[in-house]
């Protein structure tokens, strides 16, 4: 019984973090386009959007912004219904700081010749 318990009050939490991570995107916007980051609901019962883990050969710098690059496994632990890789331009003056200190992004499912593949991007830091 105690067994149980215990690992029902270690699951509690990280259901909760789970909903409260998707809240965090919800009525966001990108600083330029200004069109939504976060284009699904909590009913949803997915998100287009998550924390970002840097790996090598995600993220490089280039003159305009970060080039980002995502294996399909990579991009569906941001997007669970992405269809596709990434292999994107983030300019500078797209990026926004991060709330939590970590990197944070939002992709759509499919690029459909989207200029740049993605929502939204958090950085740590001042952008």
């Known amino acids: 019984m105690m067994k149980a318990l215990t690992a029902v009050l270690i699951v509690l939490p990280s259901l909760s973090l789970t909903a409260n991570a998707h809240d965090w995107y919800v009525g966001k916007n990108d600083p330029v386009t200004g069109g939504s980051c976060c284009t699904t609901s909590k009913t949803d019962g997915y998100g287009d959007c998550a924390q970002l ?15 980002l690059r995502l294996t399909l496994e990579q991009a569906r632990k941001i997007n669970p ?45 001042a952008s």
Do not use: A, K
């Open 53 to 67: 883990v840097v790996e090598p050969g995600v993220l490089e710098g280039d003159p305009q912004g970060y080039r």
């Open 81 to 125: 219904l992405r269809q596709t890789l990434v292999d994107t331009l983030i300019p500078w003056e797209r990026m926004q700081v991060s709330e939590d200190g970590n990197f944070h992004l939002c992709i759509p499912p499919n690029p459909n010749g989207l200029r740049y593949d993605f929502y939204c991007f958090w950085q740590p830091g």
